[in-house]
């Protein structure tokens, strides 16, 4: 199977199963001179890690990861930084009665079709589980970030869970890391909780909107036409597992809007230009524009679940099918981390290319 990296100068492979020994990602392209140590990556992980929740998966992964190559005496060398998180809890058996059949909402049947061989324990490469991978990438970009662009700053929240949504109205980003949901509306995770144990009872599971803000993001990243910022950042939520649509800025909300309400007016102010307002979520033309990067990813319900649901053997037998295991009834929850970690990487790996490209120099205006 091809194309497990991305990134252009900041590039990120993943590797490793989910019932594998061990996964991982291999980094190329990070600065030298940069500190990092396992300690600055591993609360990231902790984040994304399973069992942290009775809301979700029961799989026990401490998620230790550790640095193989690429730093010497705390800091990077420039060389290839090479992440391992060993796999510890694996439940192979449970995936046994789905050896030849194929779990319907899964790419059970596409990969068989296209490879004619799959692992079926957990889905192998398509299990959520090799998004820990991305996540210790990602920790190595925050890093980096941190010292190169200081003022940059990702947070990722939940805005929906099937039928729930959040009251924008009563948002506090300081409440993200207090409740299971990562959710600004802290009055609303009690009815989230009662609502998402109810479907969990009744083996069934939801989906989720996830929401991504960037603060701080420097004028001039992204370029008009191939590498655009926003193209970039769409591309990297769509890799992640179950996600089914992107939004940046007002989204698909743009098509019920007219031109005079959608173009964000301009000012100038004592420091530059002043947008009016942000229904562009901060990338023009695939070029950021200095404010607030705003994008929103819709992820599918788990298809993981209890109640049979109709299907096929590779056989061609029509069966039904019952997905043992230990499944997250809204993986919505832990993609918050995993949608951090993806606009970490294509940030920084933006943020380089432009140095590349135009040493950071600007455009006057005034």
Sequence with gaps: MSVN?????????????????????????????????????????????????????????????????????????????????ENTDQRSRDYGDIAERFRPGHADITYWQKYGIRDYRGGGRSSARETAARVAAGGVARAVLAQLAQPLRITGYMVQMGEKIADRSRFDLAEIDRNDFFLPDAAAVPEWTDYLTGIRK???????????????????????????????????????????????????????????????????????????????????????????????????????????????????????????????PCVGIRAVPVAEAMAACVMLDHLLLDRAQTGGVRGRIG
């Design 202 to 328: 009744d083996q069934d599971s939801v989906g989720a909107m996830v929401e991504v803000l960037i603060e701080g993001a420097p004028v001039g990243l992204g370029a008009p036409v191939y590498a655009k910022l926003d193209t970039d950042l769409a591309a990297a939520m769509m890799s992640i597992n179950a996600v089914k649509g992107v939004e940046i800025g007002e989204g698909m909300a743009a098509a019920g809007l007219k031109g005079t309400e959608n173009a964000d007016e301009i000012r100038m102010g004592p420091d530059g230009p002043v947008y009016l307002s942000n229904h562009a979520g901060g990338i023009l033309g695939g070029i950021s524009t200095g404010q607030d990067i705003t994008l929103r990813l819709a992820v599918k319900p788990t298809s993981s679940i209890l109640t049979p649901r109709r299907s096929i053997t590779t056989r061609g037998e029509e069966v039904d099918v019952i997905t043992k295991g230990r499944h997250d």
């Design 5 to 85: 990296s991305f990134g252009r100068i900041f590039v990120v492979t993943t590797w490793g199963e989910s019932h594998g020994p061990a996964l991982g990602a291999t980094v190329d392209g990070c600065p030298p001179g940069i500190s990092l140590a396992e300690s600055m990556i591993q609360p990231w992980l902790d984040r994304r890690a399973p069992g942290r929740s009775k809301l979700t998966t029961q799989r026990q992964e401490a998620d230790q990861v550790r640095i193989l190559s690429g730093v010497f005496e705390g800091r990077t060398t420039g060389t290839p930084i090479q992440l391992m998180i």
